[in-house]
Structure formats: structure tokens, C-alpha cells
T-cell receptor
Framework: DQQVKQNSPSLSVQEGRISILNCDYT??????FLWYKKYPAEGPTFLIS?????DKNEDGRFTVFLNKSAKHLSLHIVPSQPGDSAVYFC????????????FGKGTTLSVSS | DTGVSQNPRHKITKRGQNVTFRCDPI?????LYWYRQTLGQGPEFLTY????????KSRLLSDRFSAERPKGSFSTLEIQRTEQGDSAMYLC???????????????FGPGTRLTVL
């Protein structure tokens, strides 16, 4: 069973508009959430994270929102740029269970100019 | 400030052969992780070291897999008697535990792509 789900395999957005990538999780023990971006033939690059004690974290064009009651988080990219086109992975970990990150299957974002 | 490096970047081998991959973490990172990623999936955790101690192993890590981190610096992942199902991207990540909290940000290397013929 998948503990971290990214239900949209792909998303297409125009340059300058907002991109919203969604992630749902099932394990209530998760207390730390991260977003990674991955280009083909490269390793995942860390983007932004959020602890379960917060509901929002912002870094430049990237904002992550966490809704613990719904077990849902989202990544907002504003404004979207063509260089943002990549696969985005949501990941979660639970301190009590160890340090392994549990990843979703990813969402491919395409930003057109 | 160099990131996580992995060698080789690509490895093609025949079924039944042994292969070894190397990971050099970010300097002063005391934690090192190995993950495996197959097409259409997110990375899956294999094992984790804190300094030289291997503290966690996934059920994915069969007896044919072994990982070491001598002296708490670089790490090696060896796969013995490779099978076609071992074909995947093998990713290494490192982190530095901060603030006494058990979770921390993991930074990934470029990966080693293994193809077993």
C-alpha cells in the first residue's frame, strides 16, 4: 500500500501562471515533508520542506502548504517558468519510525512559454 | 562546497556478475542513505548509516546486497550475482542531523544507473 500518493501523473501550465502540485499521505506518524525536483538522468534536488508543527513554508517562488487533518500537502510555484519543467516528488518521514524517506510516484510538470 | 558524488554513473553488467557502487557524501554529513528508483516510481529506501554504523535496512535489501561505510566517510553498495530485476537507478543521499530532531533534509547524488543484461 502506498503511504504517499501523488494522484496526478502530469500537469501542464503556462509560463507565468501558478503551478499547484498535490500530495496525500496515509500514515499519521509522518511529521516531516519534503518536495524534490528531478531532471532526467539526475538525482532528486531538494526544493522545500515543512515540519508538521507548521502549516505553511515559503521560499521564493515555492510555497508548501500542509493540512494535517486532511493528510494533504501541496506545492505552489508562482510564477511558473519553463525551467521548472521536471518531475516533482513528494516525500515524508516519521521520526519515530526512523529516517527513511517515503516517496510518492511523482508528478511531471510541463511549463510552456 | 561539493555535493554528493556517485561512481560510476552508468554500469552495464551481465546477469550473475557482481557490481560495486561508490558514494561520497557531502563533507561533514554524518548520515548516508541508499535508495533505488525504477521507472515510473519514486525512490525506495534501501539502507542508512549514521557515521560508520548501519542502523536501518529495508526488506528490499536482499542477502545479495551489502553496504559498507568504513570510517564513516564514503560508502559502497555491492550487489552479488546480479539479476535482471536489479536494473534500476541507485541513489545515494546524505544529511547532517541538526537540532536533536530525528528528521533532516537529505541531499541526493546523481545516481548510478545499473543495467543487467
Amino acid at each position: 500500500d502506498q503511504q504517499v500518493k501523488q494522484n496526478s501523473p502530469s500537469l501542464s501550465v503556462q509560463e507565468g501562471r501558478i503551478s499547484i502540485l498535490n500530495c496525500d499521505y496515509t500514515n499519521s506518524m509522518f511529521d516531516y515533508f519534503l518536495w524534490y525536483k528531478k531532471y532526467p538522468a539526475e538525482g532528486p534536488t531538494f526544493l522545500i520542506s515543512i515540519s508538521s508543527i507548521k502549516d505553511k513554508n515559503e521560499d521564493g517562488r515555492f510555497t508548501v502548504f500542509l493540512n494535517k487533518s486532511a493528510k494533504h500537502l501541496s506545492l505552489h510555484i508562482v510564477p511558473s517558468q519553463p525551467g521548472d519543467s521536471a518531475v516533482y516528488f513528494c516525500a515524508a518521514s516519521a521520526w519515530q519510525a526512523g529516517t527513511a524517506l517515503i516517496f510518492g510516484k511523482g508528478t511531471t510538470l510541463s511549463v510552456s512559454s | 562546497d561539493t555535493g554528493v558524488s556517485q561512481n560510476p554513473r552508468h554500469k552495464i553488467t551481465k546477469r550473475g556478475q557482481n557490481v560495486t557502487f561508490r558514494c561520497d557524501p557531502i563533507s561533514e554529513h554524518n548520515r548516508l542513505y541508499w535508495y533505488r528508483q525504477t521507472l515510473g516510481q519514486g525512490p525506495e529506501f534501501l539502507t542508512y548509516f549514521q557515521n560508520e554504523a548501519q542502523l536501518e535496512k529495508s526488506r528490499l535489501l536482499s542477502d545479495r546486497f551489502s553496504a559498507e561505510r568504513p570510517k564513516g566517510s564514503f560508502s559502497t553498495l555491492e550487489i552479488q550475482r546480479t539479476e535482471q530485476g536489479d536494473s534500476a537507478m541507485y541513489l545515494c543521499a546524505s544529511s547532517r542531523l541538526a537540532g536533536g530532531h530525528g528528521t533532516d533534509t537529505q541531499y541526493f547524488g546523481p545516481g548510478t544507473r545499473l543495467t543487467v543484461l
